[in-house]
DNA sequence: GCACACATGTAAGGCGTTACATGATTAA
DNA sequence: TTAATCATGTAACGCCTTACATGTGTGC
């Protein structure tokens, strides 16, 4: 998968792993993170598959920075792959409810305790869509032609909805819990 | 993770393998779901560990079945589990918005056609919470003392309402994103 | 006789996480 | 001068998925 969004990023522009760091970190990495080492192997693999060429840049002195190319083959392999639309359903993973399926035999507080901890986190997570994700993003974002940058921004705008209503349902199901959990006693 | 499961059902009552992947189909699946061959190799390793005591069961002829049953060590390690809470969110990973975040490139139409498929998904995973869950788990489940079964019903329920909270929540999305998108040409 | 459920494993490969490791530039 | 940011990698380990592999019991 990973490899499919550094192909996607690099038909934007070519860039370096540290670049593709950081736009992941402001772009994707709500619904795909990535580290730095999965993404520098990675790279180095694609250019052994031939998807993407790289050459080092000493423009300025000593720093050295690889930067890496997409190539006609990579725009294929990224074309083939949005052809083929998804058709089934992933294996969501999700450790709070294993913890909460397995916790009947746990104190009551204790699990409150848990749940109130999500509660802020998901209630953090939720400001971050509603009010830094867009701007960050556009900051970081490689340049793209003028007129389709409209049309990008609709398709962005659709996964950062996604994430607002994930933390949005999040929130209401951990304080229905919550409830239910103090009206036990 | 499989491991806190695997514990979590052996607490219950000894089992063998095939039981465990059974029981997992029927109840923490949609949530965590687990291979044989993961789970296989996931219960020789616990044994290793001392978690687990494994014994052949040879009552019905020629058909082995291997029965574990979990050990002191392993019931203190569930119980140091339980004890630490989970402090922090999960990276979260979401295929289909990884491809709408680079289909801006793609046609509208092929777009639209694959969120209709996923829409059929999510619609028939509801459904599923809806009707079948409960009573699915209820027939598969390990026999439990009276008492307590009250109090562990509760806490299944609740990771079945988050089941149907987040479909209904995915399903809203898709059709908002699909009207969006068919408003868009 | 055949299909399906019961029952248990191994192997290979890919993906993801954490830790180790190094070094340059820039601003306070 | 010291911390933060820029910049690139390797290593080890564990988790997950797919495929391979085998054999019995039960009901139609």
Sequence with gaps: MLKYILL????????TGYDLKRIIDHSTAHFWHAYHSQI?????RMEDEGLLTSE?????????RRVYTITPTGQA?????????????????NELLVRLFFSADRKTEEVLDELRIQR????????????IYLDDYLN?????????????MVFWQMTIDFGRAYEQMYLAW???????LTELD
Tied chains: 1, 2.
């Design 8 to 15: 996607g990023f690099l038909n934007y522009s070519p860039m």
């Design 40 to 44: 520098y192997t990675t790279l180095a």
């Design 56 to 64: 080092t840049d000493d423009s300025d002195d000593k720093l050295s």
């Design 77 to 93: 392999a990224l074309a083939a792959w949005q052809r083929q639309p998804l058709t089934s359903l992933p294996h969501g993973k």
């Design 120 to 131: 802020r986190l998901h209630q953090q997570q939720l400001e971050l869509y509603n009010h």
């Design 140 to 152: 970081e974002a490689p340049p793209t032609e003028q007129q389709n940058v409209a049309r990008e």
């Design 174 to 180: 951990l304080d229905e819990t919550i409830n239910k």
